[in-house]
C-alpha cells in the first residue's frame, strides 16, 4: 500500500510556472514508476508525464518541451516542473504510483492557468 499526497497546485497567469510535488510513503519497492496525470472539466484523465526509478522519462505530446518530470528515490518523491503555461493546462493534476502491477493515486491538486 502506497499513500501519495499533492502539493504546489495554484492560480498562475499563462505563461507562468508552477511546481508540482508528490510525496509516497508505505510499502516502496526498489522498480517503480512515478508519473502525473490531469483531469479538466468534461474532459477524460489523461497521462501527462512519468519516470521510472531508473530515471527514463516519457511525456504527453501537449506537455513535452514545457513540463518536466523529476524524482528524488531517497525521498520517495516526484515533481512536475510546469512552464509556459496555458489555460488548457488547467485542471486537477493526480500523483501516480506503479509497482508490481498496483496503482496508487493522490487525491490531486488543482491547477488554474488564467488571466
Known amino acids: 500500500q502506497v499513500q501519495l499526497v499533492e502539493s504546489g497546485g495554484g492560480f498562475v497567469q499563462p505563461g507562468g510556472s508552477l511546481r508540482l510535488s508528490c510525496a509516497a510513503s508505505?510499502?516502496?519497492?526498489?522498480?517503480?514508476?512515478m508519473a502525473w496525470y490531469r483531469q479538466a472539466p468534461g474532459k477524460q484523465r489523461e497521462s501527462v508525464a512519468a519516470?521510472?526509478?531508473?530515471?527514463?522519462?516519457n511525456y504527453a505530446d501537449s506537455v513535452k518541451g514545457r513540463f518536466t518530470i523529476s524524482r528524488d528515490n531517497a525521498k520517495n518523491m516526484v515533481y512536475l516542473q510546469m512552464n509556459s503555461l496555458k489555460a488548457e493546462d488547467t485542471a486537477v493534476y493526480y500523483c501516480?504510483?506503479?509497482?508490481?502491477?498496483?496503482?496508487?493515486w493522490g487525491q490531486g491538486t488543482q491547477v488554474t492557468v488564467s488571466s
Open positions: 501516480n504510483f506503479i509497482q508490481y502491477g498496483r496503482r496508487s
Open positions: 508505505g510499502t516502496i519497492f526498489t522498480i517503480n514508476t
Open positions: 519516470i521510472t526509478s531508473g530515471g527514463s522519462t
